[in-house]
């Protein structure tokens, strides 16, 4: 079909002439997984994702227990999600055991925190579980508590050894010690602090960084540390106006995630507030909290940048960031955020397909941008993983006409075929319009998933892919602006609109088609041969292509060229010749005007014109420009056709 030959060849093009700058997308958004439940253990936290995906967490035969402070402590099952199913790993001992971290070969580390307020003491025991099995821990690491472990094997545990003088002073980590341990069998190096106290190791980057908090001998003051191995720590800088801070999680940049406090651990039961933040390049960043929240803190952190965390109703209590491990979702206490872009969002109105979920706690995040976590649906706790959806973004001066002109077309008309650009348009690598896609006569609306919209309205198109797709406009004022949306997974419940773009429409917008568009606009315009079909280039151009010659027929193609009468029905693909209004255009080649035999739609067409014309006598040889004037708008005045001796 000359059609589908013509816009197939002119349009579906790659070109880096626009050069256009990106608009900010909208913010990030997801599909939820329900990662489902254990038998008879309908109570489920997720704690900790691997860069392949592998979740970790545990189950509970009873929802809204929390670990730390139930009496007695409820029996949990830790499972991995691995390959879309959820296995127990009979973790037995310790009792009441929640993992903390998992790596890509699925070993899963985590332990038991047994606290007694009213005594002010806590204790801890770790598990450690690789190759398939329980691993026995070193002596050294026995009463520690392990948070994180890399794809190398390397575990970040801290020794946890709480004691007070009295119910009434609750020495914060007094007596604890951080260790690095390489499984399967290395001896565990305890982690230095600055000036003596104790250390807390919370998170572990691929290359063995740690970060943490160091503890003045006191209890009164934590500091936020980083460990580039386990003799060299570093401080990292505090929050102004909080004197307390802990670093929970580090990227392979260096960039670490955590929360400021200003909580007084020396006296049991003291209220505070914390604020997640960001520690970068020697600085430290205020990550804010959500509306109607009076604390956020922040669990994870991808090489992105992007942090995950949650934010708390309620002052925070001792077990600050450990309260996403210990359980306990509720009501609206808790609500999981993303730090994305210097913008905090909640992760509840970030879901394409959220309906039942309530998101209390985004524990960690992995480089896909995936997200483990434990929320409530439809009232029951569950864990839960997000996928990333790519939102698709119209660029920045990224909607112009089909015939790549320059300086470009950025008006659009009825029936007029646009060109728009951006990032995450269609699942589609590369797909233009074939036979099989016209149904009953009529071009798609949808093609590679992707719709485009005016309103509510669906407009026809003839390529997607994921930088650019071909669009035929539906009918349209004579002036003003519209705006336009580009949807994926168009017509599903996971469907994501880019932000509206308004773009300027007028009555015309003339332009020819190119074979091959060049940024000063001299461009060869897709015309051919009318006597043998061949079509029109300077010689040696294209194989197969040539110039004409005076008295020789040529048809040539465009867009935007206005109504033409009788009317069409857009994308429909109408054999019957539409012409535009006589008196309403004019042509010249070379400045000289031309006779035109026929101008209107291209016959079996969707938004295709054409202008038949001979090529006057005494037009001289060479690259002749050729100009069309509809309604007083005239096409790009370097367009040109070849001409031979």
């Keep these: 079909m000359a059609v589908l030959r013509i816009i197939n060849k002119c349009l579906v093009l790659t070109v880096s002439l626009l050069a256009p700058g990106y608009l900010a997308a909208q913010g990030p958004q997801f599909t939820i997984q329900d990662l489902g439940t254990l038998p008879n253990l309908p109570a489920c936290n997720a704690t900790a994702i691997s860069q392949s995906g592998n979740v970790v967490g545990y189950c509970t035969a009873t929802a809204g227990q929390n670990l730390l402070v139930t009496s007695p402590q409820p029996t949990t099952h830790v499972f991995l999600y691995s390959n879309g199913a959820m296995t127990d790993l009979n973790i037995t001992s310790p009792a009441a055991s929640f993992p903390t971290g998992v790596n890509d070969s699925s070993a899963v580390v985590g332990g038991a925190v047994k606290a007694d307020l009213l005594a002010g003491t806590a204790t801890a025991a770790p598990f450690i579980y690789d190759s398939g099995a329980i691993a026995s821990a070193p002596s050294q690491i026995a009463s520690a508590l392990p948070s994180g472990v890399n794809n190398a094997g390397q575990v970040v545990a801290t020794s946890l050894q709480v004691v007070s003088s009295s119910s009434l002073n609750l020495n914060f980590l007094i007596d604890s010690h951080a260790f690095l341990y390489q499984l399967p069998a290395g001896t565990p190096a305890e982690l230095a602090v600055p000036g003596g106290g104790s250390a807390a190791g919370f998170g572990i980057n691929s290359s063995g960084e740690i970060v943490g908090a160091g503890v ?19 401080t990292l800088p505090l929050l102004s106006g909080y004197p307390n801070a802990i670093a929970t999680s580090v990227n392979d940049s260096g960039v670490a995630a955590g929360l400021a406090f200003d909580i007084d651990f020396t006296k049991l039961g003291a209220n505070g507030t914390a604020h997640a933040v960001l520690f970068d390049n020697g600085k430290v960043t205020d990550l804010g909290v959500l509306s109607g929240s009076a604390s956020s ?7 992105s940048g992007t942090v995950v965390g949650f934010n708390s109703s309620q002052p925070p209590t001792f077990a600050l960031q450990l309260a996403a491990f ?9 609500t999981a955020f993303l730090y994305s872009g210097n913008k905090m969002y ?15 706690f985004a524990t960690q995040i992995n480089n896909a941008g995936q997200i483990a976590g434990t929320g409530l649906i439809n009232g029951a706790q569950h864990a839960f993983l997000l996928t990333p959806v790519l939102s698709p973004t119209i660029a920045a001066g990224g909607i112009v006409g089909a015939g790549f002109s320059t300086p470009a077309v950025t008006t659009i008309s009825s029936n007029g075929v646009f060109s728009l650009f951006g990032s995450q348009l269609s699942a589609a690598t590369f797909q233009p319009i074939e036979g099989g896609d016209i149904v009953n006569n009529q071009l798609p609306t949808m093609l590679g998933g992707t719709c485009v919209e005016s309103g509510t309205t669906k407009w026809n198109l003839y390529f997607a892919s994921p930088t650019q797709l071909n669009v035929l406009a539906g009918q349209l004022p004579s002036s003003g602006t519209v705006p336009v949306t580009v949807v994926t997974n168009c017509g599903t419940a996971n469907e994501v609109s880019s932000p509206a773009v308004n773009v300027t429409v007028g009555a015309v917008a003339p332009e020819f088609l190119s074979f091959a568009p060049n940024a000063d606009g001299e461009n060869p315009i897709a015309a051919l041969d009318a006597s043998t079909g061949i079509d029109i280039a300077p010689a040696g151009m294209f194989s197969g292509y040539a110039p004409v010659h005076t008295g020789d027929v040529v048809t040539a193609f465009g867009v935007g060229w206005g109504a033409t009468s009788p009317s069409e029905a857009i994308g429909t693909l109408d054999p019957v010749a539409s012409t535009l209004p006589a008196g309403s255009y004019s042509l010249t080649l070379g400045g000289v005007s031309v006779d035109v035999a026929y101008i209107g739609l291209s016959p079996g067409s969707a938004g295709l014109y054409q202008v038949n014309f001979t090529v006057p006598a005494g037009i001289p040889a060479g690259n002749q420009p050729l100009v069309l004037t509809v309604q007083d708008v005239t096409s790009e005045a370097k367009a040109y056709i070849a001409v031979a001796n």
Excluded: E
């Excluded at 803190?297 to 090489?303: C, F, K, T, V, Y």
């Excluded at 909640?346 to 998101?359: C, E, F, K, R």
């Design 216 to 234: 003045a001998t006191s209890g009164s003051v934590v500091t936020p540390l980083v460990w580039q191995n386990s003799t060299t720590p570093q």
């Design 297 to 303: 803190m922040a669990l994870g952190i991808n090489d």
């Design 326 to 334: 210990f359980g306990g979702t509720s009501g609206t206490t808790y």
């Design 346 to 360: 909640d992760l509840n109105s970030q879901l394409v397909n959220g309906a039942g979920w309530q998101l209390s």
